[in-house]
Protein backbone atom coordinates (compact mmCIF):
# COMPACT_ATOMS: atom_id res chain seq x y z
CA UNK A 1 0.00 0.00 0.00
CA UNK A 2 1.33 3.18 -0.91
CA UNK A 3 2.27 4.52 2.98
CA UNK A 4 1.86 8.65 1.92
CA UNK A 5 -2.06 7.72 1.22
CA UNK A 6 -2.19 5.22 3.95
CA UNK A 7 -5.99 6.71 5.66
CA UNK A 8 -7.82 5.12 8.24
CA UNK A 9 -10.92 3.08 8.08
CA UNK A 10 -14.24 3.92 10.39
CA UNK A 11 -16.71 1.34 10.99
CA UNK A 12 -19.45 2.15 13.57
CA UNK A 13 -20.23 -0.51 15.76
CA UNK A 14 -23.92 -1.10 16.40
CA UNK A 15 -26.69 -2.81 18.16
CA UNK A 16 -29.85 -4.18 16.71
CA UNK A 17 -31.80 -3.27 20.28
CA UNK A 18 -32.85 -0.98 23.31
CA UNK A 19 -29.05 0.46 23.65
CA UNK A 20 -25.94 0.70 22.29
CA UNK A 21 -22.84 -0.59 23.12
CA UNK A 22 -22.61 0.85 26.22
CA UNK A 23 -25.57 -1.19 28.17
CA UNK A 24 -26.15 1.94 30.35
CA UNK A 25 -26.79 4.10 27.03
CA UNK A 26 -30.80 3.70 26.53
CA UNK A 27 -30.27 5.61 30.52
CA UNK A 28 -29.07 8.61 29.16
CA UNK A 29 -31.21 11.95 28.60
CA UNK A 30 -30.58 12.11 24.53
CA UNK A 31 -30.69 8.41 23.53
CA UNK A 32 -33.70 8.32 20.74
CA UNK A 33 -36.78 5.71 21.93
CA UNK A 34 -37.95 4.74 18.31
CA UNK A 35 -35.57 1.92 17.87
CA UNK A 36 -38.66 -0.49 17.33
CA UNK A 37 -38.55 1.65 13.72
CA UNK A 38 -37.09 1.48 10.70
CA UNK A 39 -36.58 5.16 10.65
CA UNK A 40 -34.12 5.05 13.62
CA UNK A 41 -31.74 2.93 12.00
CA UNK A 42 -32.12 5.03 8.67
CA UNK A 43 -31.65 8.05 10.29
CA UNK A 44 -27.86 6.49 12.03
CA UNK A 45 -27.21 5.20 7.94
CA UNK A 46 -27.71 8.87 6.70
CA UNK A 47 -25.80 10.49 9.66
CA UNK A 48 -22.65 7.78 8.96
CA UNK A 49 -22.88 8.39 5.44
CA UNK A 50 -22.91 11.95 5.23
CA UNK A 51 -19.89 11.40 7.48
CA UNK A 52 -18.51 9.05 4.70
CA UNK A 53 -17.91 6.23 7.38
CA UNK A 54 -17.28 3.25 5.39
CA UNK A 55 -19.33 0.92 7.28
CA UNK A 56 -22.32 0.65 9.65
CA UNK A 57 -21.37 -2.66 11.53
CA UNK A 58 -23.97 -4.76 13.70
CA UNK A 59 -23.36 -7.03 16.05
CA UNK A 60 -25.36 -10.36 17.17
CA UNK A 61 -26.18 -12.71 19.41
CA UNK A 62 -28.64 -15.54 19.72
CA UNK A 63 -30.48 -15.09 23.50
CA UNK A 64 -30.54 -12.41 26.38
CA UNK A 65 -28.19 -11.91 29.28
CA UNK A 66 -29.55 -14.95 31.69
CA UNK A 67 -26.92 -16.71 32.73
CA UNK A 68 -26.28 -14.41 35.95
CA UNK A 69 -28.24 -15.79 38.58
CA UNK A 70 -29.86 -18.64 35.84
CA UNK A 71 -32.61 -15.62 35.57
CA UNK A 72 -33.41 -13.03 33.06
CA UNK A 73 -35.57 -10.86 35.29
CA UNK A 74 -33.22 -8.65 36.07
CA UNK A 75 -31.70 -8.47 32.42
CA UNK A 76 -35.01 -6.98 31.27
CA UNK A 77 -35.50 -4.97 34.29
CA UNK A 78 -32.41 -2.78 33.79
CA UNK A 79 -32.67 -3.29 30.23
CA UNK A 80 -28.96 -4.98 29.65
CA UNK A 81 -28.82 -5.69 26.19
CA UNK A 82 -32.15 -8.05 26.13
CA UNK A 83 -33.62 -6.42 22.96
CA UNK A 84 -32.16 -8.51 19.57
CA UNK A 85 -33.32 -7.95 16.59
CA UNK A 86 -33.03 -9.86 13.25
CA UNK A 87 -30.28 -8.06 11.19
CA UNK A 88 -30.89 -8.65 7.69
CA UNK A 89 -34.08 -6.10 7.36
CA UNK A 90 -32.36 -3.65 9.21
CA UNK A 91 -29.65 -3.75 7.01
CA UNK A 92 -31.66 -3.72 4.19
CA UNK A 93 -33.91 -0.51 5.51
CA UNK A 94 -30.56 1.28 6.00
CA UNK A 95 -29.16 0.53 2.47
CA UNK A 96 -32.44 1.94 0.92
CA UNK A 97 -31.93 5.41 2.72
CA UNK A 98 -28.07 5.37 2.09
CA UNK A 99 -26.05 4.77 -1.63
CA UNK A 100 -22.65 4.68 -0.07
CA UNK A 101 -22.26 3.16 3.43
CA UNK A 102 -21.45 -0.22 3.54
CA UNK A 103 -23.42 -2.83 5.55
CA UNK A 104 -22.13 -5.75 7.68
CA UNK A 105 -24.17 -7.98 10.30
CA UNK A 106 -22.52 -10.97 12.14
CA UNK A 107 -23.85 -14.66 11.65
CA UNK A 108 -23.20 -17.43 13.49
CA UNK A 109 -21.42 -20.66 12.25
CA UNK A 110 -22.42 -22.26 15.04
CA UNK A 111 -26.31 -22.07 14.82
CA UNK A 112 -27.43 -21.22 11.15
CA UNK A 113 -26.78 -23.24 7.88
CA UNK A 114 -23.82 -22.27 5.79
CA UNK A 115 -26.43 -22.15 2.57
CA UNK A 116 -28.66 -20.16 4.57
CA UNK A 117 -25.79 -17.64 5.35
CA UNK A 118 -24.92 -17.46 1.70
CA UNK A 119 -28.20 -17.23 0.38
CA UNK A 120 -28.84 -14.45 2.83
CA UNK A 121 -25.74 -12.08 2.38
CA UNK A 122 -25.25 -12.81 -1.55
CA UNK A 123 -29.19 -11.85 -2.02
CA UNK A 124 -28.21 -8.52 0.58
CA UNK A 125 -25.45 -7.85 -1.37
CA UNK A 126 -27.56 -7.87 -4.84
CA UNK A 127 -30.22 -5.79 -3.15
CA UNK A 128 -28.02 -2.79 -1.41
CA UNK A 129 -25.42 -2.29 -5.02
CA UNK A 130 -22.35 -4.44 -3.60
CA UNK A 131 -22.10 -3.13 0.16
CA UNK A 132 -22.78 -5.99 2.26
CA UNK A 133 -20.33 -7.70 4.98
CA UNK A 134 -20.34 -10.80 6.62
CA UNK A 135 -19.29 -10.65 10.30
CA UNK A 136 -18.41 -14.35 11.15
CA UNK A 137 -18.72 -15.46 14.73
CA UNK A 138 -18.83 -19.14 16.33
CA UNK A 139 -21.06 -17.66 19.37
CA UNK A 140 -20.71 -17.16 22.79
CA UNK A 141 -23.03 -19.56 25.53
CA UNK A 142 -25.36 -21.88 26.65
CA UNK A 143 -28.10 -19.55 26.43
CA UNK A 144 -27.74 -19.41 22.18
CA UNK A 145 -27.63 -23.22 22.52
CA UNK A 146 -30.68 -23.45 24.31
CA UNK A 147 -32.83 -21.37 21.64
CA UNK A 148 -31.75 -23.93 19.42
CA UNK A 149 -32.22 -26.98 20.74
CA UNK A 150 -28.75 -27.62 22.25
CA UNK A 151 -27.87 -28.75 25.41
CA UNK A 152 -24.39 -26.85 25.65
CA UNK A 153 -22.42 -24.51 23.48
CA UNK A 154 -19.57 -26.61 21.71
CA UNK A 155 -15.98 -26.27 23.32
CA UNK A 156 -13.94 -22.87 21.79
CA UNK A 157 -11.45 -24.29 19.49
CA UNK A 158 -14.26 -27.20 17.98
CA UNK A 159 -16.23 -24.25 17.30
CA UNK A 160 -13.75 -23.13 15.29
CA UNK A 161 -12.85 -26.25 13.69
CA UNK A 162 -16.62 -26.38 12.67
CA UNK A 163 -16.70 -22.50 11.52
CA UNK A 164 -13.41 -22.98 8.47
CA UNK A 165 -15.15 -26.07 6.86
CA UNK A 166 -18.35 -23.63 7.32
CA UNK A 167 -16.92 -20.53 5.59
CA UNK A 168 -15.69 -23.36 3.09
CA UNK A 169 -19.12 -24.23 1.92
CA UNK A 170 -20.22 -20.27 2.22
CA UNK A 171 -17.59 -19.37 -0.24
CA UNK A 172 -18.08 -22.35 -2.73
CA UNK A 173 -21.75 -21.32 -2.32
CA UNK A 174 -20.52 -17.82 -3.53
CA UNK A 175 -18.34 -18.91 -5.93
CA UNK A 176 -20.87 -21.42 -7.55
CA UNK A 177 -22.26 -18.88 -10.35
CA UNK A 178 -19.44 -17.56 -12.99
CA UNK A 179 -20.07 -13.74 -13.49
CA UNK A 180 -21.20 -13.74 -17.29
CA UNK A 181 -23.60 -16.78 -16.42
CA UNK A 182 -26.77 -14.62 -17.18
CA UNK A 183 -27.63 -14.84 -20.71
CA UNK A 184 -31.60 -13.38 -20.64
CA UNK A 185 -31.35 -14.26 -24.53
CA UNK A 186 -35.42 -14.05 -25.18
CA UNK A 187 -34.81 -14.96 -29.22
CA UNK A 188 -33.14 -18.07 -28.21
CA UNK A 189 -34.62 -19.05 -24.87
CA UNK A 190 -31.58 -19.05 -23.14
CA UNK A 191 -31.92 -17.25 -19.24
CA UNK A 192 -28.45 -18.60 -18.01
CA UNK A 193 -25.39 -20.90 -19.25
CA UNK A 194 -25.95 -23.80 -17.21
CA UNK A 195 -22.18 -24.84 -17.75
CA UNK A 196 -21.10 -21.48 -15.92
CA UNK A 197 -23.63 -22.76 -12.70
CA UNK A 198 -21.76 -25.14 -10.46
CA UNK A 199 -22.82 -27.63 -7.91
CA UNK A 200 -20.83 -27.47 -5.16
CA UNK A 201 -21.81 -31.27 -4.07
CA UNK A 202 -19.93 -30.69 -0.10
CA UNK A 203 -19.37 -33.67 1.71
CA UNK A 204 -17.78 -32.74 4.73
CA UNK A 205 -17.01 -33.56 9.14
CA UNK A 206 -19.43 -31.06 9.90
CA UNK A 207 -21.45 -30.06 7.05
CA UNK A 208 -23.19 -31.46 3.30
CA UNK A 209 -24.70 -28.98 0.78
CA UNK A 210 -24.91 -29.82 -2.64
CA UNK A 211 -26.27 -27.29 -4.77
CA UNK A 212 -25.98 -25.65 -7.05
CA UNK A 213 -26.56 -22.35 -5.15
CA UNK A 214 -29.35 -20.06 -5.94
CA UNK A 215 -28.29 -16.33 -5.70
CA UNK A 216 -25.88 -15.34 -9.10
CA UNK A 217 -22.39 -13.93 -7.92
CA UNK A 218 -22.81 -11.37 -5.93
CA UNK A 219 -21.74 -7.35 -7.47
CA UNK A 220 -18.97 -7.57 -4.97
CA UNK A 221 -17.97 -11.18 -5.98
CA UNK A 222 -18.73 -12.07 -2.22
CA UNK A 223 -19.74 -9.60 0.91
CA UNK A 224 -16.08 -8.55 2.73
CA UNK A 225 -15.43 -11.17 5.45
CA UNK A 226 -15.09 -9.37 8.85
CA UNK A 227 -14.07 -11.50 11.72
CA UNK A 228 -12.75 -10.64 15.45
CA UNK A 229 -11.04 -14.15 16.70
CA UNK A 230 -8.80 -12.99 19.39
CA UNK A 231 -7.64 -15.81 21.15
CA UNK A 232 -4.66 -17.90 19.74
CA UNK A 233 -6.97 -20.33 17.68
CA UNK A 234 -9.39 -17.36 17.15
CA UNK A 235 -6.64 -15.20 15.87
CA UNK A 236 -5.56 -17.85 12.98
CA UNK A 237 -9.05 -18.02 12.07
CA UNK A 238 -9.38 -14.28 11.48
CA UNK A 239 -5.98 -14.21 9.60
CA UNK A 240 -7.41 -17.48 7.19
CA UNK A 241 -10.75 -15.47 6.37
CA UNK A 242 -10.94 -12.34 7.44
CA UNK A 243 -10.83 -8.85 5.61
CA UNK A 244 -12.16 -6.81 7.63
CA UNK A 245 -10.28 -7.36 11.85
CA UNK A 246 -12.16 -5.99 14.61
CA UNK A 247 -10.59 -6.37 18.03
CA UNK A 248 -10.49 -5.31 21.38
CA UNK A 249 -6.84 -3.80 22.53
CA UNK A 250 -6.95 -2.14 25.96
CA UNK A 251 -4.17 -0.16 25.53
CA UNK A 252 -1.42 1.03 22.79
CA UNK A 253 1.86 -0.80 22.88
CA UNK A 254 -0.24 -4.01 23.70
CA UNK A 255 -2.14 -2.88 19.89
CA UNK A 256 1.01 -2.15 18.50
CA UNK A 257 2.72 -6.06 19.27
CA UNK A 258 -0.69 -7.65 18.76
CA UNK A 259 -1.51 -5.43 15.20
CA UNK A 260 2.32 -7.10 14.08
CA UNK A 261 1.58 -10.56 15.42
CA UNK A 262 -1.87 -10.51 13.74
CA UNK A 263 -0.23 -9.34 10.60
CA UNK A 264 2.55 -11.76 10.46
CA UNK A 265 -0.17 -14.56 10.88
CA UNK A 266 -1.72 -12.90 7.66
CA UNK A 267 1.96 -13.24 6.06
CA UNK A 268 2.04 -16.96 7.15
CA UNK A 269 -0.56 -18.11 5.93
CA UNK A 270 0.13 -16.77 2.20
CA UNK A 271 -2.31 -13.63 2.12
CA UNK A 272 -1.22 -10.10 1.42
CA UNK A 273 -1.67 -8.57 4.90
CA UNK A 274 -2.72 -4.60 3.41
CA UNK A 275 -5.85 -6.68 2.15
CA UNK A 276 -6.40 -7.07 5.67
CA UNK A 277 -7.78 -4.34 7.81
CA UNK A 278 -7.76 -4.25 11.19
CA UNK A 279 -9.66 -2.09 13.71
CA UNK A 280 -9.98 -2.27 17.26
CA UNK A 281 -13.19 -1.01 18.66
CA UNK A 282 -13.09 2.27 20.76
CA UNK A 283 -15.22 4.86 22.70
CA UNK A 284 -14.70 8.61 21.28
CA UNK A 285 -16.48 11.58 23.76
CA UNK A 286 -16.09 14.65 22.37
CA UNK A 287 -16.82 18.18 23.06
CA UNK A 288 -16.54 21.42 22.29
CA UNK A 289 -13.95 22.30 25.23
CA UNK A 290 -12.07 19.74 27.30
CA UNK A 291 -14.34 20.22 30.16
CA UNK A 292 -17.62 19.95 27.55
CA UNK A 293 -16.49 16.42 27.16
CA UNK A 294 -15.00 15.67 30.42
CA UNK A 295 -18.47 16.34 31.61
CA UNK A 296 -20.41 14.14 29.22
CA UNK A 297 -18.12 11.43 30.41
CA UNK A 298 -18.80 11.61 34.24
CA UNK A 299 -22.75 12.05 33.20
CA UNK A 300 -22.34 9.05 30.74
CA UNK A 301 -20.24 6.78 33.34
CA UNK A 302 -23.01 7.46 36.09
CA UNK A 303 -26.13 5.85 34.55
CA UNK A 304 -24.02 2.24 34.74
CA UNK A 305 -26.05 0.46 36.92
CA UNK A 306 -23.62 -2.38 39.40
CA UNK A 307 -25.47 -5.15 37.76
CA UNK A 308 -24.61 -4.18 33.97
CA UNK A 309 -20.60 -5.90 34.53
CA UNK A 310 -21.99 -8.88 36.20
CA UNK A 311 -25.06 -9.91 33.72
CA UNK A 312 -22.43 -9.05 30.72
CA UNK A 313 -19.31 -10.98 32.24
CA UNK A 314 -22.08 -13.92 32.59
CA UNK A 315 -22.76 -13.61 29.77
CA UNK A 316 -19.93 -13.71 27.75
CA UNK A 317 -17.76 -16.36 29.63
CA UNK A 318 -20.85 -18.61 29.70
CA UNK A 319 -20.78 -18.72 33.60
CA UNK A 320 -23.01 -18.01 36.43
CA UNK A 321 -20.90 -14.91 38.19
CA UNK A 322 -23.53 -15.14 41.22
CA UNK A 323 -22.16 -18.65 41.86
CA UNK A 324 -18.78 -16.98 43.14
CA UNK A 325 -18.13 -14.86 46.38
CA UNK A 326 -16.57 -11.71 45.51
CA UNK A 327 -13.24 -12.30 46.65
CA UNK A 328 -12.95 -15.88 46.27
CA UNK A 329 -10.39 -17.13 43.54
CA UNK A 330 -10.99 -18.97 40.32
CA UNK A 331 -9.11 -22.18 40.57
CA UNK A 332 -7.54 -23.09 37.21
CA UNK A 333 -9.50 -25.46 36.46
CA UNK A 334 -12.74 -23.26 36.91
CA UNK A 335 -10.70 -20.76 34.39
CA UNK A 336 -9.63 -23.59 31.86
CA UNK A 337 -13.80 -23.90 31.76
CA UNK A 338 -15.12 -20.21 30.65
CA UNK A 339 -15.73 -21.14 27.27
CA UNK A 340 -17.08 -18.04 26.11
CA UNK A 341 -14.45 -15.14 25.45
CA UNK A 342 -11.42 -16.31 26.46
CA UNK A 343 -9.95 -13.14 25.30
CA UNK A 344 -12.10 -11.14 28.01
CA UNK A 345 -10.65 -13.89 30.58
CA UNK A 346 -6.79 -13.93 29.57
CA UNK A 347 -7.27 -10.04 30.08
CA UNK A 348 -7.74 -10.34 33.31
CA UNK A 349 -5.48 -12.33 33.90
CA UNK A 350 -2.97 -10.00 32.17
CA UNK A 351 -4.34 -6.91 33.59
CA UNK A 352 -4.75 -8.02 37.05
CA UNK A 353 -1.62 -9.95 37.37
CA UNK A 354 -2.94 -12.79 38.88
CA UNK A 355 -3.15 -16.33 37.45
CA UNK A 356 -6.39 -16.90 39.56
CA UNK A 357 -8.03 -14.20 39.54
CA UNK A 358 -12.04 -13.43 41.57
CA UNK A 359 -15.08 -11.94 40.75
CA UNK A 360 -13.72 -8.33 41.49
CA UNK A 361 -11.30 -8.65 39.55
CA UNK A 362 -13.24 -9.73 36.38
CA UNK A 363 -15.26 -6.65 37.23
CA UNK A 364 -12.36 -4.22 37.31
CA UNK A 365 -10.11 -5.40 34.85
CA UNK A 366 -12.78 -6.65 32.47
CA UNK A 367 -14.37 -3.47 32.19
CA UNK A 368 -17.32 -5.04 30.50
CA UNK A 369 -20.53 -3.07 30.42
CA UNK A 370 -18.14 0.16 31.05
CA UNK A 371 -16.99 2.68 29.31
CA UNK A 372 -12.97 0.64 30.35
CA UNK A 373 -13.77 -1.50 28.01
CA UNK A 374 -12.27 -0.38 24.98
CA UNK A 375 -10.09 2.51 24.98
CA UNK A 376 -11.36 5.64 25.60
CA UNK A 377 -10.14 9.40 23.53
CA UNK A 378 -12.66 11.85 25.72
CA UNK A 379 -11.55 15.78 24.67
CA UNK A 380 -12.09 18.27 22.09
CA UNK A 381 -12.13 17.74 18.17
CA UNK A 382 -7.57 18.36 18.06
CA UNK A 383 -7.36 16.08 21.28
CA UNK A 384 -9.70 13.16 20.22
CA UNK A 385 -7.83 12.97 16.85
CA UNK A 386 -4.22 13.45 18.41
CA UNK A 387 -5.41 9.97 19.84
CA UNK A 388 -6.56 8.20 17.11
CA UNK A 389 -3.73 9.86 14.83
CA UNK A 390 -0.90 8.49 17.01
CA UNK A 391 -2.63 4.75 17.31
CA UNK A 392 -3.26 4.80 13.49
CA UNK A 393 0.37 6.31 12.37
CA UNK A 394 2.46 4.21 14.91
CA UNK A 395 0.95 1.32 13.04
CA UNK A 396 -1.11 0.04 15.76
CA UNK A 397 -3.98 -0.21 13.86
CA UNK A 398 -5.80 0.38 10.10
CA UNK A 399 -8.67 2.07 11.54
CA UNK A 400 -11.56 1.96 14.18
CA UNK A 401 -14.77 0.90 14.95
CA UNK A 402 -16.53 3.16 17.06
CA UNK A 403 -18.52 2.31 19.27
CA UNK A 404 -21.40 4.69 20.73
CA UNK A 405 -22.08 6.19 24.36
CA UNK A 406 -25.41 6.77 23.33
CA UNK A 407 -27.75 7.03 19.91
CA UNK A 408 -27.61 8.72 18.03
CA UNK A 409 -25.49 11.33 19.91
CA UNK A 410 -22.36 10.10 20.30
CA UNK A 411 -22.40 9.39 16.12
CA UNK A 412 -23.67 13.22 15.47
CA UNK A 413 -20.61 14.53 17.68
CA UNK A 414 -18.12 12.22 16.43
CA UNK A 415 -19.30 13.33 12.58
CA UNK A 416 -20.02 17.03 13.19
CA UNK A 417 -16.69 17.58 15.32
CA UNK A 418 -14.09 15.22 14.70
CA UNK A 419 -14.52 13.62 11.13
CA UNK A 420 -13.72 16.97 9.58
CA UNK A 421 -10.42 17.19 11.77
CA UNK A 422 -9.22 13.60 10.49
CA UNK A 423 -10.09 15.17 7.37
CA UNK A 424 -7.92 18.22 7.45
CA UNK A 425 -4.88 16.18 8.69
CA UNK A 426 -5.34 13.65 5.68
CA UNK A 427 -6.29 10.57 7.73
CA UNK A 428 -9.40 10.06 6.74
CA UNK A 429 -11.05 9.94 3.18
CA UNK A 430 -12.88 13.32 2.05
CA UNK A 431 -14.99 11.36 -0.09
CA UNK A 432 -16.30 7.62 -1.10
CA UNK A 433 -14.14 6.69 -4.22
CA UNK A 434 -16.45 3.75 -5.47
CA UNK A 435 -20.20 2.35 -5.21
CA UNK A 436 -19.04 -0.85 -3.60
CA UNK A 437 -17.65 -1.66 -0.03
CA UNK A 438 -15.03 -3.40 -1.57
CA UNK A 439 -13.84 -0.47 -4.04
CA UNK A 440 -14.11 2.15 -0.71
CA UNK A 441 -11.86 -0.20 1.38
CA UNK A 442 -9.34 -0.79 -1.66
CA UNK A 443 -10.16 -4.16 -1.63
CA UNK A 444 -10.00 -6.00 -5.54
CA UNK A 445 -13.26 -7.76 -6.38
CA UNK A 446 -11.79 -11.49 -5.72
CA UNK A 447 -11.46 -13.84 -8.91
CA UNK A 448 -13.85 -17.28 -8.23
CA UNK A 449 -11.76 -19.65 -6.87
CA UNK A 450 -9.28 -17.12 -5.33
CA UNK A 451 -9.80 -18.32 -1.42
CA UNK A 452 -8.61 -21.82 -2.31
CA UNK A 453 -5.24 -21.25 -2.91
CA UNK A 454 -5.45 -18.19 0.08
CA UNK A 455 -6.56 -21.07 2.70
C1 LIG B 1 -15.66 -5.52 17.78
C2 LIG B 1 -16.11 -6.92 18.10
C3 LIG B 1 -17.38 -7.33 17.74
C4 LIG B 1 -17.83 -8.63 18.02
N1 LIG B 1 -19.09 -9.00 17.68
C5 LIG B 1 -19.56 -10.22 18.04
C6 LIG B 1 -20.91 -10.59 17.80
O1 LIG B 1 -21.66 -9.83 17.23
N2 LIG B 1 -21.35 -11.81 18.21
C7 LIG B 1 -20.52 -12.71 18.84
O2 LIG B 1 -20.96 -13.80 19.17
N3 LIG B 1 -19.22 -12.39 19.06
C8 LIG B 1 -18.74 -11.17 18.71
N4 LIG B 1 -17.45 -10.82 18.98
C9 LIG B 1 -16.59 -11.84 19.60
C10 LIG B 1 -15.58 -12.41 18.61
O3 LIG B 1 -16.21 -13.05 17.51
C11 LIG B 1 -14.63 -13.38 19.32
O4 LIG B 1 -15.33 -14.50 19.77
C12 LIG B 1 -13.98 -12.70 20.48
O5 LIG B 1 -13.29 -11.56 20.08
C13 LIG B 1 -13.06 -13.60 21.27
O6 LIG B 1 -12.12 -14.27 20.49
P1 LIG B 1 -12.05 -15.84 20.52
O7 LIG B 1 -13.35 -16.34 19.92
O8 LIG B 1 -10.87 -16.17 19.65
O9 LIG B 1 -11.89 -16.30 21.93
C14 LIG B 1 -16.98 -9.55 18.70
C15 LIG B 1 -15.70 -9.11 19.06
C16 LIG B 1 -15.25 -7.82 18.78
C17 LIG B 1 -13.87 -7.41 19.19
Known sequence: MDVARRQMVLVAFLQAQNCSNYPASWRHAETATDF?????????????????????????????????????????RHGIRVVKLDLIPLLTAMGLATRHLGLGGTYSTTYAEPFHVARTFATLDHMIGGRAAWNIVTSLNDSEAANFGAEAHPDHDERYDRADEFVEVVLGHWDSWEDNAIVLDRARGVFADPAKVHRLDHRGKWFRSRGPFTVPRSPQGRPVLIQ???????????????????VIFPTLDFARQAYREIKDEVVRLGRDPDLVRLAPAIYCVVGE??????????????LAHPLDTLVLLSEVLNYDFAKKGLDEPFTDRELAGLSGLQATRDRVVRLSGKPNPSTRDFIQ???????????????????????????????????FVLAATHMPGAYEDFARLVVPELQRRGLFHQDYVGTTLRENLGLPRPRRGEWVREA
Not at 233 to 246: N, Q
Open 36 to 76: LSPEYFQRIGRTLEDAKFHLAFFDDRLAMPDRYGDDFAESV
Open 228 to 246: AGQSGRGRRFAARWGELLF
Open 289 to 302: THAMAEDKAAYIEH
Open 365 to 399: WSGRGTLREMPRFVGTPSEVADGLEEWFTSRACDG
